[in-house]
């Protein structure tokens, strides 16, 4: 069962890139998270399925960062968050080593 701490981020357009450095039991980490605002009108493929549109819009993105927590849609566009791919590892081996 992993621990969650909230933090919570302003939504503002385009990408906030967030650095975080954490030390649990004497171990520290830095984490590097990016929130991104995703805008329906930016769909490339005409559908009523914003999960196919999400998809699309995921398809080619920067392979440096996976996907970490989709946030709730708006009318107008939804945020997500991404994790560096290295990170996220780091994060699996904190869970495996407690």
Known sequence: MAAHIAI???MMPGKQDIEIEV??????????YRVEL???EDCNIPTIDRVDCIRQMLAHYDQDWTLYYIGSP???FVP???VK???LVKQRRM???S
């Open 95 to 97: 869970l495996v080593e």
């Open 85 to 87: 791919r290295e990170d």
């Open 80 to 82: 997500i968050t991404f």
């Open 23 to 32: 030390t649990i039991n004497g171990k520290r980490q830095e984490l590097h």
């Open 38 to 40: 995703f805008y329906w």
């Open 74 to 76: 708006t009318d107008q």
């Open 8 to 10: 919570p981020i302003p």
